[in-house]
């Protein structure tokens, strides 16, 4: 059981949009940042989102992310069939008594 | 250009030990925090341990605590995981990656299979 929370799967047409939530608490979530992160098919993840919503150098303005309270939001639009992956948030939390990072149990995007 | 390469992994029997090594290039290592992540076959990703820029301070999943260490050496700008005492459970596809701000992980190595087996 992942401490944060994302749906199993989503689907969508080419070319429209998605998004993808991302359910904590104010030990992870509400009180740190968060990021996102994309695994392709048998290879390693990749970082999409950092700082809730700042894309790193190369990755595309169809991906963005959002933060309210203890949950977040990764966005993308003009989907594409190279857009099917997996995708992970990940944050830190503090609530135990050393540091601790976490990730969602990750979502299947199916472009369809 | 930014790079990170593990090696170590292999087949190992429940109990015994193996070291993964992560050897990083093109970013100055020594300035870095880094991370091992690790990934059971079809499951989601797994946080398992950090260390400091300096190695002076190390923080361990609660799964790998008193099991595993974390130790880089900066002259050699090579990250290491020493697994001892391992289980099935322990069976994953291990990464090395790269702190950046804001609790990110910003750079991932291609991961090394460890499948612990009898």
């Known amino acids: 059981q992942s401490v944060l929370t994302q749906p199993p799967s989503v689907s969508a047409a080419p070319g429209q949009k998605v998004t993808i939530s991302c359910s904590g608490s104010?030990?992870?979530?509400?009180?740190?940042?968060v990021s996102w992160y994309q695994q392709l098919p048998g290879t390693a993840p990749k970082l999409l989102i950092y700082?809730?919503?700042k894309r790193p150098s190369g990755i595309p303005d169809r991906f963005s992310g959002s933060k309210s309270g203890t949950s977040a939001t990764l966005g993308i639009t003009g989907l594409q069939t190279g857009d099917e992956a997996d995708y992970y948030c990940?944050?830190?939390?503090?609530?135990?008594?050393?540091?601790?990072?976490?990730f969602g149990g990750g979502t299947k995007l199916t472009v369809l | 250009q930014v790079q990170l390469v593990e090696s170590g992994g292999g087949v190992v029997q429940p109990g015994g030990s193996l070291r993964l090594s992560c050897a990083a290039s093109?970013?100055?290592?020594?300035?870095?925090?880094m991370h091992w992540v690790r990934q059971a076959p079809g499951k989601g990703l797994e946080w398992v341990a950090f260390?400091?820029?300096?190695?002076?301070?190390?923080y361990y999943a609660d799964s790998v605590k008193g099991r595993f260490t974390i130790s880089r050496d900066n002259s050699k700008n090579t990250l290491y995981l020493q697994m001892n005492s391992l289980r099935a459970e322990d069976t994953a596809v291990y990464y090395c990656?790269?702190?950046?701000?804001?609790?990110?992980?910003?750079?991932w190595g291609q991961g090394t299979m460890v499948t612990v087996s009898s």
């Open positions: 104010s030990s992870n979530i509400g009180n740190n940042y």
């Open positions: 093109g970013f100055t290592f020594s300035s870095y925090g």
């Open positions: 990940g944050t830190w939390d503090s609530s135990l008594s050393a540091p601790n990072w976490v």
């Open positions: 700082e809730n919503n």
């Open positions: 990656a790269k702190d950046s701000i804001a609790e990110a992980f910003d750079i």
């Open positions: 260390i400091r820029y300096d190695g002076s301070n190390k």
